[in-house]
């Protein structure tokens, strides 16, 4: 464990996920995703880059009504269950007794990035939000509660794990870049990044 990023909760495990444990949640995403496929987000300033889907109660859906969590993908469907796989990873390193609600599935292909943003759409802060990264490279950029200042920047790797716990929770963040290309984890490139959260 060990970490350069100096705010207060903010935790990675490097390489918390070896390589046949990375290979196995990436069959059982593959699974999750042909029932709930990926999606294009859009925001006020038009269609994200990242591309979405989730598992849980809960997803996160942002269109033309704006930002928020539904129980149903895009589709009508109710979102797929957390795999066990993924709960196992919360129930290791989050210090939390409650279940995640919400898995979040980012995937980002080449040039897709992930703007300064704030996760501030749930109710119950005192539990973290824990992060896993598969496939490519991300440049994982922490900042501060407020926008501006200082920010420091980590490159994650496929298997490490990040918590998000303390002002850390709050605290904005991004993704500002993948190194496309690598990771063989999968056979076309691209970052999937997991979110773990509580959310009533």
């Given at each position: ?7 207060k ?59 928020r ?11 797929p ?6 709960l ?33 759409d749930?109710?119950?802060f ?31 790797k ?43």
């Amino acid at each position: 464990m060990a970490t350069s990023i100096r705010q207060k909760g903010f935790v990675i495990y490097p390489g918390f996920l070896d390589r046949p444990a990375q290979e196995e949640l990436v069959a059982r995403l593959r699974k999750i995703l042909a029932r709930a496929p990926l999606f294009t987000p859009s925001t006020r300033r038009g269609p994200m880059s990242v591309r979405m889907s989730a598992a849980g109660r809960f997803g996160w859906i942002s269109d033309a009504r704006g930002y928020r969590y539904e129980e149903n993908h895009p589709n009508g469907s109710p979102w797929p269950p957390i795999p066990k796989e993924v709960l196992s990873i919360w129930n290791t390193v989050s210090d939390c007794p409650r279940e995640p609600e919400c898995c979040l599935i980012n995937w980002y292909g080449e040039g897709a990035k992930m703007g300064m943003h704030s996760d501030a759409d749930e109710t119950d802060f005192t539990c973290p939000v824990v992060s896993v990264s598969l496939g490519d490279e991300g440049l994982f950029r922490m900042g501060n509660l407020e926008r501006g200042g200082k920010t420091e920047s980590i490159w994650l790797k496929s298997g490490d794990v990040v918590m998000m716990g303390g002002t850390a929770r709050r605290a904005h963040h991004s993704v500002d870049r993948i190194r496309f290309g690598s990771s063989t984890l999968l056979p076309e490139g691209g970052r999937i990044n997991l979110t773990l959260r509580v959310v009533t």
